[in-house]
């Protein structure tokens, strides 16, 4: 595997698996009232994984 994509992969899941921290962190703290940090933090994961880098 070429080093530049591999190096962009695992910046993307590392970034993903930021996401999805906060999404626990949210939900642990029974957050999920505040709708719109919920949304963005599902949106910006799903941003990190689907990546065309």
Do not use: P
């Not at 993307?12 to 999404?23: D, F, K, T, V, Y």
């Amino acid at each position: 595997m070429d080093k530049e994509l591999q190096k962009n992969i695992i910046n993307r899941l590392n970034r993903a698996e930021g996401q999805i921290h906060a999404l626990r962190h949210l939900l642990a703290e029974s957050d999920t009232e505040n709708c719109k940090e919920f949304i963005t933090q599902i949106k910006a994961a799903r941003s990190a994984l689907v990546s065309n880098t």
